[in-house]
């Protein structure tokens, strides 16, 4: 079990901030609920590194939303059901589908600029969508110019502070009410922020696998810290596996997107061969599941480390549709006109988080929770593609709103003490931190068995045993803390959960068992 707090501390001897909302994160959806917040309330938003370190920037397909006259709302509920297998909650995917057309004319109003055909919204299609309703900027730069468009936004509001460079170390709780956080500075030093209410926006934690497209800051430390401070985190095992991101040595896992077989884009095998077609009668555009396990079968098949993706049919599109992928192939001295591109699938997505009902609400009194750090019954197993921003969008400006509701109340000094404090020679936490990212995509990727999980489970409790008993000031290690109480979580849940569903594949489990799994998996201490 680990321990409720990460090191001990007395806040009357901390530097301290006082705000009415903190909110962790500067993702879309930190960023949505800044921007929904009334002038007259005072809100800190605090990130751990830069305020353009989130997924959210290197999102390229773009955001779903039954915008377009040929779609609708029912349709984009149904496919994202069809998606989440079976876990979806109606409700909450009602919510996000039929609000998703007002959150975007929002975002419009805020002024950003979405691609167009004249005058007309342009929209693409992605993996598991029955229309086209992908909206998109810049090409392939959609997250980059919404978070871009929304910080701007932001340095305009007197209201909203930034603090960069603010690692979330643990919530604090006073009598059972959430109502601030500590933060670690790069320099180690600890401050805290009051709030009334706190909003988490951390992001997931795809990161803990050893191939992912995330950036480096998607390690889930604003789930381990709500974990911590006794909220309920829900469905961890689902991590969704983009199919396609870039494969060759000395290159991050850089994410071609979906939207590139939306256009036209074929995948084929080390052969040569078009391959899709076997796996599902959708081919590049079956779920994303369906086609990341097809690719892992093809490389095992070829005993290959990774197929490829031919944009040729759609070399006359590279430079409007996708510049950014265009300029990074091109900066390893690959030309997808010309060639087809080395290509595997990646830790992308976590479905699972801290559990919220429709308005961000936790368990926990005055914590609330939006986007990816939350599990608010979007998802189910699977998301459907370009749902994150727009559920981002839709529950962070939910989120606040129903913050603004806590009650004020006088911060109270608040000391923890903790007995535990093991000394010992300096820990290599980048050498943990690597093997705990291999053993992850090792037993717990797109193939799990129960005697892969439980091989993980051993490991990860015996690194537990030296890394959380120690104190730590300094953001690397105690994300590394993080890390391994997320994958301990994670690998208990994939244990427990003896079926396969959406992003979940257990090959000693191949089938759906609904009589005994159609529901969430919960961990709480
Ligand atoms: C992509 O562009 O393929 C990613 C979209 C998403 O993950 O929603």
Request: some cysteine; glycine content about 8%.
């Amino acid at each position: 079990m680990p321990p409720s707090v990460l090191f001990p501390f007395d806040t009357a001897l901390l530097p301290e901030r006082r705000t009415d909302v903190l909110i962790v994160g500067s993702g879309i959806a930190g960023l949505a609920a800044a921007l929904s917040a009334p002038a007259v309330v005072r809100v800190i938003l605090a990130c751990k590194a830069r305020v353009t370190d989130a997924n959210t920037y290197y999102a390229q397909g773009g955001v779903a939303a039954a915008v377009s006259r040929t779609d609708s709302v029912r349709q984009h509920e149904s496919d994202t059901i069809r998606a989440g297998a079976g876990l979806c909650d109606l409700k909450s995917v009602r919510t996000l589908t039929s609000e998703g057309p007002a959150a975007i004319d929002w975002l419009i109003k805020l002024g950003v600029p979405f691609d167009r055909h004249g005058r007309e919204l342009a929209f693409t299609r992605e993996g598991a969508h029955t229309a086209n309703r992908v909206l998109h900027a810049e090409g392939d730069a959609t997250g980059r110019v919404i978070q871009t468009h929304l910080l701007e936004k932001l340095a305009a509001r007197p209201n909203v502070r930034i603090l960069a460079q603010q690692f979330l170390v643990d919530l604090l709780v006073d009598r059972g009410r959430v109502v601030g956080a500590l933060f670690l500075s790069p320099s180690g030093s600890v401050s805290s922020v009051r709030a009334r209410a706190v909003i988490l926006a951390t992001g997931g934690f795809a990161r803990l696998f050893r191939e992912s497209t995330n950036p480096p800051v998607a390690t889930g430390d604003g789930l381990a810290a709500a974990y911590r401070a006794g909220a309920t985190l829900s469905d961890l095992e689902f991590v969704q596996f983009h199919p396609t991101t870039l494969y060759l040595a000395g290159a991050p896992r850089f994410l071609i997107s979906e939207a590139a077989r939306g256009e036209g884009a074929l995948l084929l095998n080390a052969k040569g061969e078009r391959f899709m077609r076997r796996h599902h009668p959708d081919a590049e555009l079956a779920p994303r599941d369906v086609v990341a396990r097809a690719i892992l079968r093809e490389m095992q098949e070829t005993k290959t480390t990774s197929v490829f993706l031919d944009m040729r049919p759609i070399k006359h599109k590279m430079n409007s549709r996708f510049p950014t992928i265009r300029g990074v192939l091109h900066a390893f001295g690959l030309d997808p006109r010309h060639q087809p591109i080395p290509v595997r699938p990646a830790a992308h997505y976590t479905m699972g988080g801290i559990e919220t009902d429709l308005l961000g609400r936790t368990g926990l009194k005055g914590l609330y929770a939006a986007g990816e750090s939350a599990m608010a019954g979007v998802h189910g197993a699977n998301r459907l593609a370009s749902n994150s921003l727009l559920e981002g969008l839709v529950f962070g400006r939910r989120a606040i709103r129903a913050a603004l509701d806590e009650p004020l109340s006088r911060p109270r000094r608040i000391t923890v003490r903790l007995n535990v404090r093991r000394e010992g020679p300096d820990l290599d936490v980048e050498d943990v931190r690597i093997s705990l990212r291999s053993l992850l995509s090792r037993h717990a990727g797109l193939e799990r068995t129960a005697e892969g999980l439980e091989e993980a489970r051993k490991q990860i409790e015996f690194w537990e045993r030296y890394t959380l008993a120690r104190q730590f000031k300094s953001p690397n290690a105690v994300e590394l803390q993080n890390m391994l109480i997320l994958a301990e979580l994670l690998v208990r849940s994939a244990l427990w959960r003896k079926e396969s569903r959406g992003a979940h594949y257990r090959a000693d489990f191949p089938k759906t068992d609904d009589r005994k799994f159609k529901r969430h998996s919960r961990a709480r201490i």
